[in-house]
């Protein structure tokens, strides 16, 4: 054999490499396109369980029999049209002798020869493999709608670049393109405001001190959208003790968030409904089981009394309780129309016209006291409220301002609006002789509670006032300091 020709094989050598691939479980196939005849080595029948001449060596058995049905196309493209693009490689499943489908893997080469174009193909058996690669898929896919579903994410942080990465599903809640990169800076932006400094001091802590954090926070997406998001870091340690990277999980939580505000405000609103509740429980029970008393007690005096002095004297004591019943009864029915009226449609209201009604029929109690009342609805001129109730609102906090004025100064009394976002605030503030918060703030709210020396004290103006803020979903705060003045703020939406 000549040094040119010394990569050609002997045709010994070729049988002899035949009977290796034999030995190592590789199938060895070869198809004519023209004459149609088939040729199988023996390690071809071995891979799939058979003897030779156990199963007829054709193509049509072959491809009807043997190969699975949906891998027909698949096998097709790569034995006839491997020259024009198409892969010489295909994972197919073969029926097996004794294990059913498994997996294969064909490789195949295209010659033409003097008895016409042949096909020659080599199968391995790639089962194992390939069911480990399913099942690794499987799990990821899994994994991939596990996340999509509960709407988490992974990130990591590597410490010695800073570099961060993100999973499909956190470029999901962020509302980014997945080939977006940004620095742990730019994501730290994407946080409300009130929210950054939190999560920075988390991530130097985990960096520096390897601490885990598990937080919820305000997050803004790239399209503007603003939802509660978990986040959770856990440093990974070196052998040294110092942490290379910090790995995490991001997830939307807005819904099940915002689900458990409304509850803990709902529960809240229930908390206080069932406590004003129980406070016009004890009203009714006390204050009419008192004035009952009273009023059988006189009518006893009244029929035992002889003369027509004491008769008389007697009956002005019952006109008294009778009125007073009449009062308390007037109250209660106040009480219980707030609740009844929460319904009502909400009209578009001016407070300077508002205001100017109230201070017209209190314009007597304004000149004798001297008051001088500056207003300013400026930043908020109107409110969707219900008319009676805003009038009712102004008209309480107006005149206790000037009930309870300083006996050494004239009144005077600022009212002014305010708006916050979605939120409407009325604000009232006085100098007259102010209320000791530690010591009745607890109180002050509560019907017939009375906290100065007043006559004209009833304790029921600021009590049916709360009603009928806190009907409409809003609240009162109050700021006040003993001969110096009282603030309320008013919520009103």
Request: net charge negative.
């Amino acid at each position: 054999m000549s040094f040119s020709e010394s990569h050609k094989f002997s045709g010994e050598g070729i049988a002899h490499i035949a009977r290796i691939i034999d030995k190592i479980n590789l199938g060895i196939w070869e198809y004519n396109t023209d004459t149609k005849e088939v040729k199988w080595s023996p390690g071809f029948y071995s891979a799939l369980g058979y003897a030779p001449g156990e199963i007829e060596c054709s193509y049509n058995f072959f491809f009807n029999q043997l190969l699975y049905y949906h891998d027909k196309e698949v096998f097709l493209k790569a034995t006839q049209h491997p020259r024009q693009g198409g892969s010489p490689v295909a994972h197919i499943r073969l029926l097996t002798k004794q294990n059913g489908y498994q997996w294969f893997e064909n490789t195949t080469q295209k010659h033409d020869t003097a008895d016409g174009p042949v096909i020659y193909g080599v199968l391995k058996n790639i089962h194992a493999l390939k069911i480990s690669e399913i099942k690794v898929a499987e799990a990821e896919f899994k994994g991939n709608e596990i996340g999509r579903i509960a709407k988490i994410g992974s990130w990591e942080i590597d410490t010695a670049t800073m570099g961060l990465t993100f999973s499909k599903e956190m470029y999901d809640i962020f509302e980014l393109d997945a080939h977006v990169t940004m620095s742990v800076e730019e994501a730290i932006g994407f946080f409300e405001p009130q929210y950054r400094t939190t999560l920075t001091n988390v991530i130097n802590d985990a960096l520096n001190y390897c601490k885990p954090y598990d937080i919820e926070l305000l997050f803004k997406t790239a399209k503007n959208n603003v939802i509660w998001v978990r986040s959770k870091g856990v440093p990974v340690i070196n052998d040294h003790g110092k942490c290379i990277t910090i790995r995490g999980i991001f997830q939307d939580i807005d819904s099940i968030k915002r689900k458990g505000i409304t509850l803990q405000s709902s529960i809240n609103l229930l908390d206080d409904q069932n406590k004003r509740l129980q406070n016009f429980a004890y009203i009714v029970s006390h204050n009419l089981r008192s004035h009952s008393g009273n009023l059988k007690f006189m009518v006893n005096l009244f029929e035992e009394a002889k003369l027509s002095e004491e008769r008389t004297e007697i009956f002005s004591h019952i006109k008294t309780i009778s009125e007073s019943l009449s009062a308390t009864m007037g109250h209660l029915d106040e009480i219980v129309r707030i609740q009844s009226e929460i319904t009502r449609e909400r009209k578009l209201l001016n407070f300077e016209t508002i205001f100017n009604n109230v201070a017209s029929a209190l314009h007597t109690n304004i000149d004798r006291t001297n008051a001088i009342i500056n207003t300013n609805f400026s930043d908020c001129p109107q409110v969707n409220y219900i008319p009676a109730y805003l009038e009712s609102i102004l008209q309480n906090l107006l005149t206790n301002a000037i009930k309870y004025k300083h006996p050494d100064r004239n009144p005077v009394i600022n009212i002014t609006t305010r708006k916050v976002g979605n939120e409407v605030y009325l604000i009232f503030e006085d100098n007259g002789i102010g209320i000791d918060m530690q010591r009745y703030g607890d109180q002050l709210f509560g019907m017939y509670k009375t906290f100065h020396q007043n006559s004209d004290s009833k304790g029921i103006g600021l009590f049916i006032t709360r009603n009928q803020v806190e009907a409409l979903g809003g609240s009162i705060q109050v700021d006040s300091t003993v001969n110096v003045g009282t603030k309320f703020t008013v919520k009103l939406v």
